[in-house]
């Protein structure tokens, strides 16, 4: 006997939907709007729906938006630096935290690291994400956590040659290990296996060399083929501070960027996280202007993680003027807090300020590179919009939030002023995982009491791990005294 087809579910009458209009290929409003969903496919999105319908959600009081796509992130290990690297200073270094403080300020356990993965993804669903690009390294339960949580995530386990250390606090020394870069290459590929073969139907894989100063060059010619022969997204840090630009440049005589593109990484299939320092940049006084030139020319898109940069001074320069330059840019959260909500917020306003202008970029600039951008980036046309025959992944926003009122433009009011307060309900392949603002498959209360006893053996174990001996107190010491 064959299966019955699921059920039709029907939202209507919602106050405000944001359509995908495909003749202007662009998101738009759409008033008094019906969205049908029968297993995980839009049917219908527009109004006067008058087909079949098992299940009715009134919409009165809502905005439908598309669910978000995150395509940069580190929650396994990143909630645990909350309170920590806020305001980290290394001067050795233009301020990043990188080489002095996410070393020291770390989880090696399992256990530890599914407390912050837990935390991290129920933030991700409330401010709306149902697509995540998840980028660590393989560990004991991480496949099965993500599948649980209800989101859309690919899974993009690292791999690298060399680690960083410092030992003097303004120089760094690379230990090479292409062995072990070359069996981490090659769990990655099993893990990208399993992770589309996963029976919830939500996982997928991506190929994901550490960082551009961590890989040789034939590693990363070889991941790259895979990911093309495979046709799997790549994505790889680059270009995220002066300190690997220089050093690449020591290395090659080329840019991070150019480097790259030599080898032939550079291509549609292929996301550069952070892309911050091209030779663009004024921090760097360099003599070139071809980076932004070859991310376009070559399709590869960038991943815009705004708020841990500006946490210490840094700044892209700027969205807007990527997005002109015909790059493709997605966003992503990287660090803590994992809200995109309050990530695309602070996008928007880095560009303006480091643009010195409004033009900069537009509201429907921001949501496209939340939305469509990222869905781009993963090369995938299924989701990022709300149009029939994408999956059913999309958020309603509580239009009666104070903070949503009054309702003249509710796309504003929720990036500018509301963010995740007023997320009331995220669907992801037509599956509930938000439900009146809870998550429903993350124990959040659990996850947090564990996170806490994480960052306290974290913060114990400082002095053994930092280059100096110093403590964590001295490392991130409180922003006030204690008394």
């Given at each position: ?25 662009r ?11 029968q297993?995980?496919?839009i ?14 959600i ?99 386990p ?11 606090g303004?120089s ?20 990208i ?101 070859l ?20 700044a ?37 300020v ?38 059913a ?16 433009d509710?796309?504003r ?71």
């Amino acid at each position: 006997m064959a299966d019955a087809e699921p059920d039709v579910k029907v939202i209507r009458h919602a106050d405000w939907l944001v359509a995908w209009d495909t003749g202007s290929q662009r998101h738009a409003y759409l008033r008094d709007a019906d969205l049908a969903f029968q297993g995980d496919t839009i049917r219908f999105v527009g109004q006067g729906y008058d087909g079949p319908a098992d299940e009715v959600i009134d919409g009165r009081g809502r905005l439908v938006m598309p669910g978000l796509v995150n395509i940069h992130s580190h929650p396994s290990s990143e909630p645990m630096r909350k309170g920590i690297t806020d305001e980290t200073r290394s001067p050795g270094f233009w301020h990043s935290s990188l080489y002095e403080h996410l070393p020291v300020f770390d989880v090696d356990r399992p256990e530890d690291m599914q407390a912050c993965l837990k935390v991290a993804l129920a933030e991700l669903l409330l401010s709306g994400v149902t697509t995540l690009v998840d980028l660590w390294f393989d560990y004991d339960g991480w496949l099965d956590t993500l599948a649980d949580s209800g989101m859309r995530v690919c899974a993009a386990p690292m791999f690298r040659d060399a680690r960083w250390s410092t030992r003097d606090g303004h120089s760094l020394t690379y230990d090479w290990a292409p062995e072990q870069g070359r069996a981490g290459f090659e769990t990655a590929m099993r893990v990208i296996d399993r992770a589309n073969q996963h029976p919830s139907g939500r996982l997928s894989g991506m190929v994901a060399p550490a960082q551009v100063d961590t890989c040789t060059a034939d590693l990363l010619r070889d991941a790259a083929a895979f990911a093309r022969a495979r046709g799997l997204p790549f994505q790889i840090h680059a270009a995220q501070s002066p300190s690997e630009f220089h050093e690449m440049v020591r290395r090659h005589g080329k840019t991070p960027i150019q480097w790259l593109d030599a080898l032939g990484v550079l291509n549609e299939r292929a996301i550069i996280g952070h892309a911050i320092f091209l030779d663009h940049h004024p921090w760097l006084h360099w003599s070139t202007r071809l980076d932004m030139d070859l991310l376009r020319d070559t399709g590869t898109s960038v991943a815009h993680c705004p708020t841990v940069f500006q946490r210490r001074g840094i700044a892209l320069r700027t969205l807007g003027g990527y997005l002109r330059h015909g790059i493709n840019v997605g966003i992503g959260t990287d660090t803590y807090p994992h809200n995109f909500l309050d990530e695309m917020r602070n996008a928007a306003t880095a560009a303006r300020v480091i643009g010195e202008t409004v033009d900069d970029l537009t509201t429907a600039d921001l949501l496209g590179a939340a939305t469509v951008g990222g869905a781009g980036a993963l090369c995938r046309d299924d989701i990022g919009a709300l149009s029939a025959g994408r999956k059913a992944d999309f958020v309603l926003v509580d239009l009666t939030h104070p903070a949503m009122r009054p309702v003249r433009d509710p796309l504003r009011s929720l990036l500018y002023v509301a963010a995740e307060r007023a997320v009331r309900d995220v669907f992801v392949g037509g599956r509930q995982v938000v439900r009146d603002g809870r998550v429903l498959a993350i124990d959040l209360d659990g996850a947090l009491d564990r996170l806490q006893e994480v960052q306290v053996r974290a913060l114990e174990r400082v002095p053994e791990r930092d280059w100096a001996g110093r403590s964590a107190a001295q490392l991130a010491p409180l922003s006030l005294p204690e008394l």
